[in-house]
């Protein structure tokens, strides 16, 4: 995905967002973010969502854009492994509150798997804070290779750079309680199969899943401080990519933090979790994934809110190196 794209996607959520009768947008949000590993993102893994539902009559809208580096090699037993490569991202979100205490979502994602060009800036970040990485010196910088092979059969070799529509999902979600302190919600999603599988634009399935979520504000007068929880359980289809592999179900969860810094600015901190997508010895796709983030929100207007995050793989090779996140969201408006 070119940056020009990115530009113009989020100068168009920009000049949305300043039209029409509209709303004071929350700093307090989740970061809109899941894990990007390569042979994750094309399930229907969900965005970290709060329990502050969209007002009936109102639509809210974000658009993200995010860089992850990805680098993975393993072998163990038959099976082996190489992720190595970047994924563009860019997210168009839509909510529409079409009842008292009920909303509707959408998201659009468009997805580029790249070369790229950050190998030798990981590489000094992960130097300068003594992370670990991996053999990376040993393989060529900014290649696309995502390859996994089980005994003699190759059964993914992805090399081919592009840029296309991933698969498009729809969210309904409903108002359990909300008072000025706390609030809960419950949402359910479909997945449709409308990414090029063979591109890891999309898994050919189509997943549902269901989640239940809770933002606390208790501790917001006297300290600043929003809290939001949410964790569901995510069903997969009968996907194309390591079709016998891949598990039935997925727990997933997500808990953030965030610290009022005056009115126009949080800091957040955020640790998105999952169960593995695959049964696997490799512990890149076999085993449960820890990511954390941490950035903020800035308020440009009343109305627009720019988000901001850097995601590091806490349960290493899980999820990518890092995953740079920018956003804008928009506030109610009808």
């Known amino acids: 995905?070119?940056?020009?794209?990115?530009?113009?996607?989020?100068?168009?959520?920009?000049?949305?967002?300043?039209?029409?009768?509209?709303?004071?947008?929350?700093?307090?949000?989740?970061?809109?973010?899941?894990?990007?590993?390569?042979?994750?993102?094309?399930?229907?893994?969900?965005?970290?969502?709060?329990?502050?539902?969209?007002?009936?009559?109102?639509?809210?809208?974000?658009?993200?854009?995010?860089?992850?580096?990805?680098?993975?090699?393993?072998?163990?037993?038959?099976?082996?492994?190489?992720?190595?490569?970047?994924?563009?991202?860019?997210n168009l979100n839509w909510k529409y509150g079409v009842a008292q205490g009920w909303e509707l979502g959408l998201t659009v994602p468009v997805i580029s798997h790249q070369g790229g060009g950050v190998d030798g800036f990981i590489e000094d970040w992960h130097d300068a804070f003594g992370f670990p990485d991996g053999d990376r010196v040993d393989y060529p910088k900014d290649q696309l290779r995502y390859v996994y092979?089980?005994?003699?059969?190759?059964?993914?070799?992805?090399?081919?750079?592009g840029e296309g529509l991933g698969d498009v999902s729809l969210a309904v979600a409903y108002q359990l309680a909300k008072s000025a302190r706390r609030s809960w919600a419950v949402r359910a999603g479909y997945k449709f199969a409308t990414g090029d599988v063979d591109k890891l634009r999309g898994s050919d399935a189509a997943d549902s899943y269901i989640s239940l979520h809770l933002t606390d504000r208790t501790l917001k007068d006297d300290y600043g401080i929003n809290f939001h929880l949410s964790g569901g359980l995510l069903n997969l289809g009968d996907g194309e990519v390591l079709a016998q592999q891949q598990e039935d179900q997925v727990w997933f969860g997500s808990t953030t933090v965030s610290w009022d810094f005056g009115d126009n600015f949080t800091v957040k901190t955020q640790l998105d979790f999952h169960s593995a997508f695959y049964d696997s010895a490799l512990k890149q796709i076999g085993k449960s994934s820890v990511q954390w983030l941490l950035g903020g929100s800035y308020k440009i207007t009343e109305k627009l809110i720019f988000d901001f995050s850097l995601s590091e793989d806490i349960v290493v090779e899980t999820a990518p190196d890092v995953v740079f996140m920018f956003g804008l969201r928009m506030g109610e408006w009808r």
């Open 1 to 90: 995905m070119q940056i020009d794209t990115v530009v113009k996607t989020l100068a168009m959520a920009s000049t949305i967002a300043v039209s029409g009768t509209s709303y004071g947008a929350s700093l307090d949000q989740p970061f809109l973010s899941a894990n990007r590993n390569p042979l994750v993102q094309i399930h229907g893994l969900p965005d970290a969502q709060s329990a502050k539902l969209t007002r009936s009559g109102y639509w809210q809208g974000a658009i993200t854009a995010e860089v992850s580096n990805t680098f993975a090699a393993e072998s163990r037993g038959d099976e082996a492994i190489i992720l190595d490569g970047e994924t563009y991202r860019s």
């Open 149 to 161: 092979q089980n005994g003699e059969k190759v059964l993914l070799d992805m090399q081919d750079n």
